[in-house]
């Protein structure tokens, strides 16, 4: 499973492809991605949004008194 700092670099550099017009691209491995239409292109920056939330900090803390 890809790091967060991946994940926000790999998002990053999809949304500007995205927002450039660019449908084809060389990721940081050297494989050619190639998105077959704009939507496929949201699909894959919605996904990739998904799994940065999954890596997110827990918003509440419980603490328990020891036993």
Do not use: Y
């Not at 918003?59 to 020891?66: L, P, Q, S």
């Amino acid at each position: 499973m890809a790091t967060l700092a991946e994940l926000q670099a790999w998002r990053a550099s999809l949304f500007e492809a995205r927002m450039q017009g660019v449908r084809a691209f060389t990721d940081q491995n050297g494989e050619r991605v190639e998105f077959n239409s704009d939507r496929e292109m949201a699909a894959a920056i919605a996904a990739c949004d998904r799994e940065i939330a999954g890596h997110s900090r827990p918003h509440t803390i419980v603490f328990r008194k020891g036993m």
